[in-house]
């Protein structure tokens, strides 16, 4: 069966520090991965998507960046915190298709920016 | 800018009575699918409805679909206290392109 694992599940980081979220899946190949931002109260933002090694493809303009250096792995970065990159982060996984299939999604990280 | 907005924002019931949870979106849809977060967690896939289907169930789940208005429901009868959630309708702009998720309906199942 597929599961996909997310680390760390909580992280305390000062302003300015640097950032790495870890994503990986297992059971399946070549999956679409996804990393969405929940703040407090609010829906998902996404914030990457990937369909392959190395194509990463960006939502929103900040100051986060994404690889994906192998099939199974996506990594979410950043090389200076700011306050508002505090969230709930998400890494998700579909299988790779045509339509909308569904999202599988790991427990996420806890990100605060003090 | 969210695709499908979740109604009530917030619904509190009693053990065992049903809760109706609505979604309206903007665009055509390939599909809308409806997820469960609990707290703290990722979220959980529960269902999805195509654009050509109208209804679909799922143990204690029932999903409705109108396309010429541009809404679904989520009915959970004879709720849990485990049922105990928010609820996330998600649904694309256009093509294959990512879900996007509104910002969800909290529901608090009281026992």
């Known amino acids: 069966s597929q599961t996909i694992h997310q680390w760390p599940a909580t992280l305390v980081q000062p302003v300015g520090s640097p950032l790495s979220l870890e994503c990986t899946v297992e059971?399946?190949?070549?999956?679409?991965l996804y990393w969405y931002r929940q703040a407090a109260g609010r829906g998902l933002q996404l914030l990457f998507y990937s369909v392959g090694i190395g194509q990463i493809s960006s939502e929103v303009p900040q100051n986060l960046s994404a690889s994906r250096p192998q099939d199974r792995q996506f990594i979410l970065s950043s090389k200076k915190l700011l306050l508002s990159d505090s969230g709930f982060y998400l890494c998700?996984?579909?299988?790779?298709?045509?339509?909308?299939?569904?999202?599988?999604f790991g427990n996420g990280t806890r990100l605060t920016v003090t | 800018s969210q695709q499908g907005e979740e109604d009530p924002q917030a619904l509190s019931i009693q053990e065992g009575e049903n809760a109706t949870m609505n979604c309206s979106y903007k665009?055509?849809?390939?599909?809308l699918q409806w997820y469960r977060q609990n707290s703290g967690r990722g979220l959980v896939h529960l269902i999805l409805i195509r654009s050509n289907e109208r209804e679909k169930h799922s143990g204690r789940l029932r999903v409705t679909l109108d396309t010429s208005k541009k809404s679904s429901s989520l009915l959970i009868t004879a709720s849990r206290a485990a049922d105990t959630a928010s609820y996330f309708c998600a649904t694309t702009f256009s093509g294959n392109t990512p879900l996007v998720f509104g910002k969800g309906t909290r529901l608090s199942v009281i026992a």
């Open positions: 059971g399946t190949s070549n999956p679409n």
């Open positions: 998700a996984w579909s299988v790779r298709g045509q339509g909308i299939p569904p999202l599988h």
């Open positions: 665009t055509s849809i390939n599909n």
